[in-house]
């Protein structure tokens, strides 16, 4: 999987922190695997609301679901 681009609006986080997020984030997404063999994939936009007394990993992992979900339904 190659990202182009990865955008993270988290309200309240730090530069430094949504960075280190970001690359956590990419680092997931790229192992999680089991996409459909295509070729360009379309923008995903993902919406997910942070319990504030949950993990930053759980977060990701929540973020990665909701993305390998979109991207697994692209005709």
Do not use: C, H, T
């Amino acid at each position: 999987m190659r990202i182009d681009r990865l955008s993270l609006q988290i309200p309240g986080v730090s530069e430094a922190k949504g960075r280190e997020l970001g690359l956590l984030l990419a680092d997931k997404l790229a192992a999680a695997g089991g996409l459909p063999a295509i070729g360009d994939m379309p923008r995903v936009r993902i919406d997910v609301i942070a319990d504030p007394l949950s993990s930053p990993d759980l977060l990701i992992d929540r973020i990665v679901a909701e993305v390998m979900a979109q991207l697994r339904r692209v005709p």
